[in-house]
């Protein structure tokens, strides 16, 4: 998959020469303009189609193959998030030889932001907390687990590594759910998942002011040292992760559950014990 701006469709032409007839009509019109429904550039080789779809929760997409055609998509209209599998795709019904589609579902993927429309604004987030008994192995938890901590009925996060992916749907917005919220939501989750942790400070950065700026710098460096981290805590367990067949990616593994409500245990007991 290529991800990249419509800026830079020129870049792309004498790849296809199918591809070629759909980037000059892009080139040479405004597509906002364009009617709803199917627009045939040249037969069935060359086709536009416009059409309004409602975003679904990444639980309940499956993700797409074609094997014949290529697909250019962009949002006309507000942006979406979208998934791109790492893995083999598992189909989950036989294909659609006429659409020339298969669906299904696969293990890993990474994330990125459809349309980045003026609703869309670079986003950093800004974590500190204090606790007399905070740890490598408690560092590296929060840090694996901060993302699904923010999730809340209509808003979607995605991200891995460094990267950071927030949509909050129209629905939410109404509810009064923002950035701000979301911060509470976190700070607070964070608190009830690690009792050591007595005081947590969560904000969000948005848009390219310095701040975000100088965050945005340190950032390759956290990540970097966050790694080594991530080596050295499952050292400290007595495991060298570059030996596990999945390469220390515990999403992938079929025991992450178990893991995590085992080094729960452990640590709500800890946290017991002391107060004891």
């Given amino acids: 998959m290529i991800y990249d701006t419509l800026n830079n469709l020129p870049n792309y032409l004498g790849v296809s020469d199918n591809l070629d007839t759909v980037i000059e009509y892009i080139m040479a ?8 429904g199917r627009t045939r550039i040249d037969g069935d080789k060359a086709v536009v189609t416009v059409s309004t779809v409602t975003p679904q929760t990444s639980d309940k997409a499956l993700f797409q193959r074609h094997d014949n055609h290529i697909t ?12 791109v599998s790492l893995a083999e795709l598992t189909p989950t019904k036989p294909t659609d030889e006429a659409a020339d589609t298969t669906v299904g579902t696969a293990g890993t993927s990474i994330a990125g932001m459809l349309c980045e429309d003026a609703s869309s604004n670079s986003l950093g987030l800004f974590l500190h907390f204090y606790g007399p008994k905070l740890n490598d192995e408690l560092f590296y938890l929060v840090l694996q687990n901060f993302r699904s901590m923010l999730r809340l009925p209509g808003v979607m996060v995605k991200g891995a ?68 981290l991530k080596a050295k ?30 080094r729960r245990i452990g640590r709500l007991s800890e946290a017991h014990r002391i107060n004891q």
Avoid: M
């Avoid at 019109?29 to 709803?36: F, G, N």
């Avoid at 067949?245 to 025991?255: E, F, I, M, Q, T």
């Fill in 29 to 36: 019109r405004d597509i906002t303009t364009l009617p709803a």
């Fill in 161 to 228: 590594g460094k990267d950071l992916w927030i949509r909050i749907g129209k629905k939410a917005q109404a509810q009064g759910i923002g950035l701000k919220e979301l911060a509470a939501v976190l700070s607070a989750r964070i608190q009830e998942e690690f009792p050591e942790i007595e005081s947590v400070q969560a904000c969000f950065l948005r848009g390219q002011g310095p701040i975000y700026k100088q965050l945005d710098q340190v950032s390759e460096v956290f990540y970097q040292n966050s790694e080594k």
């Fill in 233 to 262: 805590v499952w050292e400290d367990r007595g495991f060298n992760f570059k030996d596990c067949h999945v390469l220390g990616h515990c999403g992938k593994c079929a025991d992450k559950k178990l893991c995590a409500n085992v």
């Fill in 72 to 83: 250019l998509e962009t949002d006309l209209d507000g942006s979406e998030l979208f998934e």
